[in-house]
């Protein structure tokens, strides 16, 4: 399999990792992040992520030339998206390809039509006449309606559904479980929260924020007294 640095030490990266390792084309070889988040060492590289080496950004092409390795950029959606996004700017400055995940276990077809350095999980559906643009991150049993395009560097939580023919902006954020309706246009730079519901077209730099449930008055095994339910740590029989 071709040699594969992966951008990032944290837990975007430690996800990426596990997944090229389980069922990915490429070989991860080593890591790389700014070297203002390393420890200092004696020498380079002494430090080790999930066992292979970690090298300075700054250094990489010292250790692992663009021709020798691609990479992918595993940040999450700090800043926007805006930070990962400029990181993917500076490693295709250096020379290096980019190269994006899809999980065997997402439900699309032939027509699959994806930029680089996107990150598709498992459960993950996408239907026909849908585009993904560079740098998007899809997570787990999110569902991609036909037709739909997604711009660069977006950023998909786990459970959200688009409906068939929207545009998404670019470095837009979509939390767990939010739903856009179909045939509708969210401009760039929206952030989505957890469990909101959108319905009409939204201008760029739009946010949505569903309310919170409110934690109830009782505790729970005053809760499960009054409605009557099995008490906490039994099972059907009461024990």
């Known amino acids: 399999m071709p040699p594969l640095v992966i951008f990032g030490l944290g837990k975007i990266a430690d996800v990426a990792y596990q997944h090229f390792q389980r069922d990915g084309d490429y070989q991860v070889v080593a890591f790389t992040c700014d070297a203002a988040w390393l420890p200092e060492a004696g020498g380079e590289p002494e430090i080790r992520h999930h066992g292979h080496p970690v090298v300075p ?12 390795v691609a990479m992918f950029v595993a940040l999450g959606y700090h ?31 032939p027509w699959l039509e994806i930029g680089e350095n996107c990150l598709i999980l498992d459960g993950v559906g996408i239907q026909p006449g849908v585009r993904i643009g560079d740098d998007v991150s899809l997570w787990n049993n999110t569902l991609i309606g036909h037709h739909s395009t997604i711009g660069d560097h977006c950023w998909i939580a786990a459970g959200a559904t688009l409906g068939g023919g929207v545009v998404l902006g670019e470095r837009s954020f979509v939390g767990l479980n939010a739903t856009i309706g179909g045939e509708l246009s969210i401009g760039a ?11 009409k077209d939204a201008p760029p730099r739009s946010v949505f924020i569903a309310p919170a449930t409110e934690r109830f008055r009782l505790e729970s095994d005053a809760f499960l007294r009054m409605t009557r339910m099995p008490a906490l740590g039994t099972n059907r029989e009461g024990r």
């Open 57 to 68: 950004f700054e250094n990489l092409e010292r250790h692992y030339p663009p021709g020798s």
């Open 79 to 109: 800043e926007l998206n805006a930070l990962r996004a400029r990181k993917c700017g500076e490693a295709k400055a250096k020379g290096y390809t980019l190269v994006s995940y899809v999980s065997p276990r997402a439900d699309h077809g």
């Open 189 to 199: 730079d929206c952030f989505l929260g957890a469990a909101t519901r959108v319905l």
